[in-house]
């Protein structure tokens, strides 16, 4: 048998049962393996006798030197046990699928008696019913005629009396002829009407034979209804079906009116109002409309309107206003044995470079002050500290810098205690003053610290005699304010300033309550790059969760994970202790308060509101009250050189202390305008901006993505960056002090008096004139001086010695001169000239 046999070769698995399943062809000899249908082929051993059924014996199995060349006896058992392991597996794969095709067969029968067991339980359900609505039907029937025959019964009396008076029926009809009623007009009546009768009769019996009305349906017909009426339809009788299974399962009954308390603020939309008393919005419209009110359901109408509504639909209306939403916010009192003792929140203060930071490093054994640009502190950090006795301090460093006065004030403002750094070689500061001021501002009381004692030129005492200008009088000085001389370099005098705070604390004996809804205050947020806006918020009240709802100012959202000031992660966060929030829905304002409160609903809806407040806020503050007022700035900003620019920073107490102090750069001249301040990278939107407005962007501690680098490149948008406020105000400062006009000065050069006045042709009249003093410049401007008085000024068109154009004549010589446009000159007339000289402004 040839392997193709004029068909297409079968493979290892393909072949039908009692054709050839695989050759093995070897030059001279070939084994068959044959295989039929649902029958196990055994396999002859290599070096063996033929197995049984399998047809012939193969000479190159036995006999190794018929075998081809190359085909060992491994090779050939390999291959006669791969071809019997293929048997197997097709053989458990038949088995496999036939014990599927069964399961799926069952499986179909299962649910097949399923849905004729519930079909045949619906048909039995709804023959129920139909048998139960037929019965009550057929004794309402029976009853109706039972009700007519007992009428019948009662009026056959009547008819039969009515022959038996013929003297009561002659008196009847001698009163009906006096009144001029013919007799005959009933008894005609009656006659039509039993006519009708009978022929209704007839056709009942003709539709009983036939089994439906025949004809016409007259108006008398329909009224007289009986047997010949119309038919109930099998709609009607389906929707009666229907009505009596609905009763039987106690459907029909109708609910109850809720009566709602209705939340109505000073306007509603028709739709809202609706909704909120949960009624049909074409209801409240059609009541609307009987008030005279044509509206639709987007419309809005007032308060009394929607109240008279209320009432007319039987619900209670409730007045609330818009700032009620902000009530949800929890504010009670504390009871005093819910409160626990708290760590206390200390607050460096000082001048720039007076070693706020250096020393709150010493004291936490860190080095903040190496990763500050400059090392100057431009943000506020917060640290929690345990000290040796075990004591918890909870640290905020403040900026020193003049820009920085918002983030020094909110520092004093969430404060218990103030620490007053003053270097002892550098004695009282303009920023040391002002934290003074802030911490009296606050309420909070200080301990005054003197740093860089370790300096030669140091003078602690100095120090202590600048404050008392300050009425800061320390205990030195037999006043209240503790003092401590330190030193952040050699850790001198560091342990007796711990004490003096711990001594501090214990005398205010700092309480919270942690088990309620946690509130603090926002010391710093910015907008980070994969972990979206995070704010630095230090707890005041209660205990911060992971997983709650809070709302920070305009911005709300959900804690999503809280980090401490070693960057570790923690499921919650008690008083007085500083963590990084995560999970806002936008960057809050540096000094914003954080309230937990319950639903998410609540923390937008409070969130949304601010937002529009802020937004009517600053709209009622930038528009112009009065036509003169409108006039009035319409000129000052004519007058006024404006350099706008957009500025970007890291966090968002570096925009706000960056935006404060650009507004305070310029005069009456010029100004500075922040088009726009945030937080995170310079991108493309802020290069459009910048790009409509012709400013530069200022990028403080942050980076234009590349997205934008190619935008300002295209549009030409100047990007600066910045990681020092000192350097960005004093680039500013320069680049408004090009918009001032240049100060125009006048230097006299000299005086020449008029001698002699001639006409030339073609130049007109030319002054004959002496040097008196100075020299005399053909390019200098002139005055004609006439009796000391200016009688005018310009240039000099022409300047002459003898016959030669020269540039300039000296004192005592004499020359020639013509006046630009001007010749009224006389003899005696004096010429004064000048020239211009500008010089630069800078603010």
């Known amino acids: 048998m040839s392997d193709t046999d004029g068909k297409k070769p079968l493979g290892l698995g393909g072949a039908r049962p009692g054709q050839v399943k695989q050759s093995f062809s070897h030059g001279r000899t070939k084994s068959v393996v044959v295989e039929t249908k649902r029958k196990k082929v055994v396999v002859p051993k290599p070096g063996g006798a033929p197995a049984k059924g399998a047809g012939s014996s193969n000479p190159a199995l036995g006999d190794p030197s018929k075998r081809p060349a190359g085909i060992s006896d491994a090779e050939m058992e390999r291959r006669l046990k791969a071809l019997q392991a293929a048997k197997i597996r097709e053989v458990e794969e038949a088995a496999q699928r036939e014990a599927e095709e069964k ?51 009662r009026k056959a009396p009547a008819k039969a009396e009515a022959p038996a008076d013929p003297a009561a029926a002659e008196a009847a009809a001698t009163r009906a002829a006096t009144k001029g009623v013919a007799a005959v007009g009933p008894r005609k009546t009656d006659r039509d009407r039993d006519d009708r009768a009978a022929d209704r009769d007839s056709r009942s019996k003709a539709k009983g034979d036939e089994g439906r009305r025949t004809g016409r349906l007259s108006l008398s017909d329909a009224l007289q209804g009986g047997e010949g009426g119309r038919q109930r339809s099998l709609a009607a009788m389906k929707r009666k079906q229907e009505k009596a299974r609905q009763k039987a399962m106690g459907f ?54 929607a109240e008279l509504v209320i009432e007319e639909f039987g619900h209670k209306a409730v007045r609330v206003s818009d700032s009620d939403v902000e009530q949800v916010i929890d504010t009670v009192q504390d009871r005093d044995e819910d ?68 983030m020094r004030a909110r520092g004093a403002q969430v404060t218990d205690i103030v620490v007053l750094v003053v270097a002892a070689d550098d004695a009282v500061m303009p920023q040391t003053i002002e934290a003074i001021n802030h911490a009296k501002a606050a309420g909070v009381p200080m301990i005054v610290a003197i740093n860089k004692c370790d300096k030669p030129s140091a003078n602690p005492q100095k120090v202590r005699t600048d404050l008392l200008q300050h009425e800061v009088v320390v205990e030195a000085m037999s006043g209240d304010v503790q003092d401590v001389e330190v030193s952040a370099k050699t850790g001198k005098g560091l342990d007796q300033l711990l004490e003096a705070i711990a001594l501090q604390a214990e005398i205010l004996e700092l309480r919270a309550n942690p088990n309620r809804a946690a509130q603090g205050a926002v010391i710093e947020a910015k907008l980070d ?47 007085s202790v500083p963590v990084e929030v995560l999970g806002l829905n936008g960057t809050p304002e540096a000094g914003d308060v954080l309230n937990v409160v319950e639903t998410e609903a609540q923390a937008r ?111 030409g948008v100047e990007i600066r960056y910045y990681s020092i406020i000192y350097d960005l105000v004093d680039d500013i400062k320069a680049a408004a002090s090009g918009l001032l006009k240049a100060e125009v000065r006048e230097n006299f050069i000299g005086y020449a008096q008029i001698k002699e006045v001639f006409k030339v042709s073609g130049v007109g009249k030319v002054a004959g004139c002496l040097v008196t003093e100075g020299v005399a410049r053909r390019s200098a401007g002139v005055r004609l001086l006439r009796d000391n008085v200016v009688v005018h000024e310009g240039t000099l068109k022409t300047l002459k010695r003898f016959k030669d154009e020269v540039k300039e004549v000296q004192s005592g010589q004499e020359c020639g001169m013509a006046f630009e446009n001007y010749d009224d000159i006389r003899p005696n007339d004096v010429i004064e000239i000048f020239e211009r000289e500008e010089i630069e402004r800078t603010l």
Do not use: C
Request: aromatic share 2%; glycine share 8%.
């Open 339 to 406: 409160l626990q003792s708290r760590p206390p929140i200390i607050t460096i203060m000082g001048h720039v470079d007076h070693g706020k930071t250096s020393l709150l490093d010493a004291i936490r054994n860190a080095n903040v002050v190496s990763g500050e640009a400059g090392g100057i502190t431009q943000h506020i950090g917060a640290y929690q500290v345990t000290t040796e006795s075990g004591a918890v301090l909870t640290f905020l460093d403040t900026p020193g810098h003049a820009a920085f006065t918002s």
């Open 605 to 715: 809806e409070i969130a949304d509101y601010r937002e529009q407040a802020a937004k009517d806020k600053r709209a009622a503050a930038g528009a112009a009250r009065t036509l003169e007022q409108l006039m009035a700035k319409a000129k000052a900003d004519e007058s006024v050189a404006e350099l706008p620019v957009v500025v970007k920073a890291d966090v968002q107490g570096s925009a706000e202390a960056i935006t404060q102090a650009l507004e305070k750069v310029g005069n009456e001249e010029v100004r500075v305008r922040v088009l726009h301040s945030g937080v995170g990278a310079i991108t493309e939107s802020d290069i459009g901006l910048a790009e409509a407005s012709g400013a530069p962007v200022i990028g403080f501690n942050v980076r234009a993505n590349a997205p934008a680098r190619a935008s300002a490149n295209q549009k």
């Open 529 to 575: 790059v994969g972990r979206g806006p995070v704010a630095t918020v230090l707890v005041q009240h209660g205990t911060l969760k992971r997983g709650d709802i809070f709302v920070v100012g305009e911005q709300w959202g959900k804690v999503r994970a809280l980090v401490n000031d070693k960057g570790e992660r923690v499921d919650e966060a008690g008083p």
């Open 252 to 305: 029909g009954q109708k609910a109850e009116k809720m009566v709602r308390d209705v939340q109505l603020p000073e306007t509603i939309v028709v739709s809202e109002l609706a909704n909120r008393m949960a009624e049909r919005v074409a209801d409240v419209i059609k009541s609307l409309m009987k008030m005279g009110m044509m509206v639709t359901a987007n419309q809005t109408i007032d308060a009394d309107t």
């Open 103 to 153: 399961a799926r067969e069952e499986e179909r029968e299962r649910r097949r008696a399923e849905i004729e067991a519930k079909e045949r339980e619906d048909r039995e359900r709804e023959e129920a019913l139909r048998l139960k609505a037929e019965e009550d039907e057929r004794k309402a029937r029976e009853a109706e005629l039972r009700a007519q025959k007992k009428e019948e019964v």
